[in-house]
């Protein structure tokens, strides 16, 4: 590999969720999800929106991937609907919803387009809710049924998967007392309830890759897409950039969106970090040298989705503190979003470091929501979305010319989609969606990424 360049076979693509572009909601056997009753309870998705239709992906798949062709994207990441396929999210399986993603996945593989599948991205299906969801023990042995049906199928053409996307959401914000109740469904529970549900995601997490590589024909290459914000150090010296380190690990506080080593420690590392331990004392589960083997299967890369970061020094005592932001500083329509550049490669040189230089860092989700639309010459003039992922992109070139091992990235999203509380309101897509005609328009940023993707980043 040539200094300050992406490696040879580096994947540049795109990413979506299942909930938030396919709509059909109700159709060919598909049962209800957390995410179908959350919307329509009513007063919880900004203006009442819904995931009914969406992009319509369902319907348009091969109008999308045909797009993505022309764009020259070379990988693909979507999730499986667990619903779609299992409408319970047990036993009966439903051959209609199977066969989307059959299709899906041949159109994909017609086009050039390697898929990589995310088996669960928060539409769990209601009825499981209803039983409990992940405090109740039942749905470690329900997820694996359902990944080895998807492997058992898919399997024989898809080779890269991802059992979890962002469990700090789906669970922090979906059950959490700091989420308020912001995603679905909606409630808050106690701390010893969240950790639950924490070991009990490991644990189907853990039986989901072994279904994964019993099933599937193919050698599968198997990680998860956790979500993190970068802590960047606020200068070259050696105690700014420990304390930045130990910002990403760190469990200094009780959290219902806890930091990333609680989430990834256990997978990779095969333990539960100290600090974690006791700082929940009691609290947290019980826990056996067989739950730790079966939650510690072999992972093939390191993901991570990210979007933020936080500027970080070291203080008097040499504990992390956050420096403040300058006034003015550049953020996407979401508040959670701001423009910090480094962000890439801060974290992707950390996670490297702890959990392995030799696996390779794949970035599952990376991108920015802004206010666009149809200008009257008929483009979407996106320039803000343009120089983010440039900035950003730098970051991770940065990281590859350093010699941190680069496996993919994958651009959050393809398209304009239903952004969960917030509705239709926040555009991160690089193609534009007219969310009444359904009409796919690119923007620049999709033209950009081609120029990018067709020099492998030699433009960054």
Excluded at 139 to 164: C, H, P
Excluded at 235 to 259: G, Y
Aim: glycine fraction near 10%; proline fraction near 5%.
């Amino acid at each position: 590999m040539a200094k300050n360049s992406f490696p040879k076979g580096f994947k540049w693509g795109v990413a979506t969720a299942s909930y938030q572009i396919e709509g059909a909601w109700n159709i060919d056997g598909k049962g209800p999800s957390i995410w179908d009753e959350f919307c329509h309870r009513g007063e919880k998705v900004w203006n009442n929106h819904t995931g009914d239709v969406a992009c319509d992906h369902y319907h348009r798949y091969k109008e999308d991937v045909a797009l993505m062709r022309s764009l020259g994207i070379q990988a693909y990441r979507l999730s499986t609907s667990w619903p779609r396929i299992m409408p319970t999210g047990f036993g009966k399986v439903n051959a209609k919803g199977l066969a989307f993603y059959d299709k899906l996945v041949d159109t994909l593989l017609a086009a050039g387009i390697d898929p990589w599948i995310t088996l669960f991205h928060w539409d769990l299906p209601l009825e499981l809710e209803n039983r409990g969801s992940w405090r109740n023990d039942e749905i470690i042995d329900q997820f694996a049924e359902y990944a080895a049906v998807v492997a058992r199928k898919l399997g024989d053409r898809v080779s890269n998967w991802m059992t979890f996307n962002e469990p700090q959401c789906f669970i922090g914000l979906g059950y959490g007392n700091g989420g308020n109740g912001a995603h679905a469904p909606g409630e808050k529970h106690s701390y010893r309830d969240i950790l639950k549900m924490y070991f009990n995601f490991h644990r189907a997490h853990g039986k989901g890759v072994q279904a994964i590589r019993a099933n599937a024909k193919l050698k599968a290459k198997i990680g998860l897409a956790p979500c993190s914000g970068a802590n960047i150090p606020a200068s070259n010296s050696k105690a700014d950039l420990e304390a930045a380190r130990t910002a990403t690990f760190a469990n200094a506080a009780k959290n219902a969106f806890p930091s990333s080593s609680l989430i990834l420690d256990p997978l990779f590392l095969g333990k539960y970090p100290e600090d974690a331990l006791k700082l929940y004392g009691d609290e947290f589960p019980k826990f056996t040298s067989a739950d730790m083997k079966l939650i510690s299967q072999k992972l093939d890369f390191i993901g991570f989705n990210c979007y933020s970061g936080a500027t970080i020094k070291a203080g008097k005592d040499g504990k992390p503190e956050v420096v403040p932001q300058r006034p003015g500083n550049p953020r996407g329509q979401l508040d959670w979003l701001s423009i910090e550049p480094d962000s890439l490669y801060w974290l992707a040189r950390f996670f490297s470091e702890r959990y392995g230089a030799d696996k390779p860092v794949v970035i599952t989700e990376n991108g920015f929501c802004n206010l666009d639309w149809v200008s009257l010459d008929g483009k979407v003039h996106d320039q803000a979305r343009i120089d983010q992922a440039h900035r950003y992109l730098k970051g991770l070139k940065r990281a590859a010319s350093e010699g941190i091992k680069l496996g993919a990235y994958f651009h959050w999203s393809f398209m304009d989609n239903f952004e969960w509380a917030e509705g239709y309101r926040a555009r991160f897509g690089m193609v534009h969606v007219d969310f009444e005609t359904l009409k796919r328009t690119p923007k620049d940023s999709a033209y950009w990424y081609k120029d990018v993707i067709a020099c492998n980043g030699e433009n960054i």
